[in-house]
């Protein structure tokens, strides 16, 4: 916490288990969870288990076309939130 104190708009690249997540709404974040539904969970770990249910985000990006497109969708809302959150 204190590391990003005063650093302004923080970004968190994962956020898997729910504690961490509670943590970062508790600092006024925007939540998102990124669905793969042609991935299938390989992994048991509670870490890869952890994400809760889809309405407890604020917003929700399906990765379910090429790379190109997915990049497109969240540069798009980051560019539209950021510049809403400056002004």
Do not use: M
Not at 19 to 30: L, P, Q, T
């Amino acid at each position: 916490e204190k590391k990003i104190e005063g650093l302004g708009d923080v970004i968190i690249t994962d956020a898997r288990l729910s504690n961490e997540r509670d943590w970062a709404r508790s600092k006024g974040a925007v939540t998102c969870l990124i669905k793969r539904p042609s991935l299938t969970p390989a992994d048991t770990h509670r870490a890869e288990n952890d994400l809760g249910e889809e309405s407890e985000y604020d917003l929700i990006f399906n990765n379910d076309s090429n790379l190109s497109r997915f990049q497109i969708e969240v540069d798009g809302f980051f560019n539209n939130y950021l510049s809403r959150a400056r002004y």
